[in-house]
């Protein structure tokens, strides 16, 4: 602890008397001044012991003593120290009483005691609760590597916790809750969640510090300007010197502990991405060999896979080839990397889905692929879930802001496949493709390949290059019908959806059948096309419903 003014007292060289202000000598000292101006207050920092003999003071004057002391104590000053036998034989009632009145402890200091010695009995006492602090400060680092070497980051809170006579919390990047110690704070720091958030927005490194049943400091984790973790810890009052010292070796070492699992998990992402290769490849027997045990049972159960793309980059290539990437005709040929995160949409997807992944005991394999990210995620876990929410927080964010999703580089185009084992992994590929052009072309954030089997496949022709198609294929008959000679197109469309068959059809146009044959007879020269061919057939209905009012 640092010096007070009673262990000043109890300083057996000093022979301090109490004179007033008995019931506050356990304040600490910072520091020990000498003036003997009549108004030392500019000079003050607060904390100061001030040692004077009176020698341009009115000591006498009650009024000019109460003035005086009550702007010492407004300063900060913890004691006054009078000096007697030199201008005074003993200190003047007038400053006893204003001393009391304010509740300053007054210390009468004998002639035979020098000022100085009193300075450096301060200056000794604090020099040794600095070396205090300092020998506490590395004790408590060498334990709390000793916990984090051999229990981890749990060990770690864990000894933090008992240095600073508190709890300690551990979180993650999305803000979630990793560890606490001891148990019972888990409660406490889930609440702190919205707060930690709010940290993470800023660079690293950052801190602040919350209020309410306890006195909790946050700190950031990392060396980027993405912060990968934050920390958490409570106590009942401000942290002391050895306290301070002991949160900021807990700071260094997991900042160590989390670049160093950043560096494992780019080595794992590029093991992730060699798997992925040789599953949509068809070798899945290679792919567990490859994997061991790093992705658990997750290549043994059926599982889901997300394809994401940020909405500038699926804009892009709205009309380009979609193939030539991880789910190529040749897979093992492409080379995947492992960007930084930084800023991009798909890095918070990441985040959010290996999260929830760990805090439910799942793995998942995420793999970065250019402007890209795969994901195969146990289906109907954790990391699914996490994924649709993560959609669905953005669908609602822009909804609520009335932004349009085309050219938003903050945004995410999601195709999800159907359950899927390591045989299937290319057929799923092609399907969370499918998903994420449907996704990219409706608007949306997400689509799953499941929702498309179900719905139908009408709102699919609602595209520049299918009604191109259809004006080009009909057109001719639009043109023969503008001329006033017949209502061909009218009659395709009652013939088709009778499939052919002519009375119903010609009873829907109010015609004779002979007049419906006809007219079917110059569709097929007009055209050049047989509509005994199914396949003339179906693109000519096709084209007739890209071409329909809504409703028709």
Not at 442 to 448: M, T
Not at 511 to 523: D, K, Q
Request: some cysteine; charged content about 25%.
């Amino acid at each position: 602890m640092p010096p007070t003014l009673a262990s000043l007292v109890h300083h057996s060289a000093l022979k301090l008397t109490v004179r007033a202000g008995e019931d506050r000598l356990d304040v600490p000292v910072r520091w020990a001044h000498v003036s003997e101006l009549a108004d030392p207050v500019p000079y003050m920092e607060g904390g100061e012991l001030l040692l004077i003999t009176a020698l341009k003071l009115d000591a006498e004057d009650p009024e000019a003593m109460r003035r005086y002391v009550k702007r010492l104590v407004g300063a900060g000053v913890v004691g006054l120290g009078f000096a007697v036998g030199v201008n005074y034989e003993e200190i003047p009632k007038a400053l006893v009483d204003a001393a009391e009145e304010e509740g300053l402890p007054l210390l009468e200091v004998p002639r035979r005691t020098p000022f100085l010695a009193i300075s450096k009995a301060v200056s000794a006492a604090i020099a040794a609760d600095q070396y205090r602090a300092v020998t506490a400060g590395f004790a408590a680092q060498r334990e709390l590597t000793k916990q984090t070497l051999n229990d981890g980051p749990e060990g770690l809170l864990a000894a933090l916790a008992g240095q600073v006579d508190g709890w300690a919390a551990l979180y993650d990047a999305s803000g979630a809750v990793v560890a606490t110690a001891p148990e019972w704070a888990g409660r406490r720091a889930a609440r702190l969640t919205p707060d930690v958030e709010r940290l993470q927005e800023r660079p690293a490194p950052a801190s602040s510090v919350v209020g309410g049943d306890d006195r909790v400091e946050l700190h950031s984790l990392g060396t980027g300007r993405r912060p990968r973790a934050a920390l958490a810890v409570g106590t009942a009052a401000a942290l002391g010197t050895a306290e301070r010292y002991a949160v900021h070796s807990a700071i260094a070492l997991l900042t160590l502990t989390t670049e160093r699992s950043r560096s494992l998990h780019a080595a794992e992402q590029r093991i992730g991405a060699a798997v992925l290769r040789m599953l949509l490849a068809g070798e899945p027997d290679h792919a567990r060999a490859v994997a061991g045990d790093l992705y658990g049972e997750l290549l043994d159960a059926p599982f889901r896979l997300i394809l994401a793309e940020s909405a500038s980059a699926s804009a892009a290539r709205a009309h380009a080839d979609g193939h030539a990437r991880v789910g190529a005709a040749a897979p093992a040929q492409t080379a995947v990397t492992v960007p930084d995160t930084n800023g991009d949409p798909l890095g918070g997807l990441a985040e959010v889905v290996e999260s929830a992944a760990a805090r439910s005991g799942e793995s998942v394999l995420v793999v970065p692929d250019g402007e890209r990210l795969v994901v195969l995620a146990v289906d109907g876990g954790a990391a699914v879930a996490a994924c649709g929410e993560y959609a669905a927080a953005l669908e609602a964010s822009r909804a609520a802001a009335r932004e349009q999703p085309a050219g938003d580089e903050d945004e995410l185009v999601v195709g999800l496949s159907a359950p899927a084992g390591p045989i299937a992994a290319a057929a799923a590929y092609k399907q969370a493709e499918q998903g994420l052009s449907v996704a990219r072309r409706r608007g949306r954030f997400l689509v799953e390949h499941e929702e498309l089997a179900a719905g139908s496949v009408l709102p699919l022709l609602a595209d520049d290059a299918v009604r191109a198609f259809a004006d080009g294929l009909l057109r001719a008959l639009h043109e023969h019908d503008a001329t006033g000679r017949g209502d061909l197109v009218a009659s395709l469309r009652a013939w088709l959806s009778r499939h052919g068959q002519w009375d119903a059809a010609a009873a829907d146009l109010g015609v004779h059948r002979h007049t419906l044959r006809y007219r079917m007879r110059r569709v097929e020269e007009i055209l050049g096309r047989s509509l005994d061919d199914p396949d003339v057939r179906m693109e000519l209905w096709l084209a007739l419903k890209a071409t329909s009012a809504p409703g028709e």
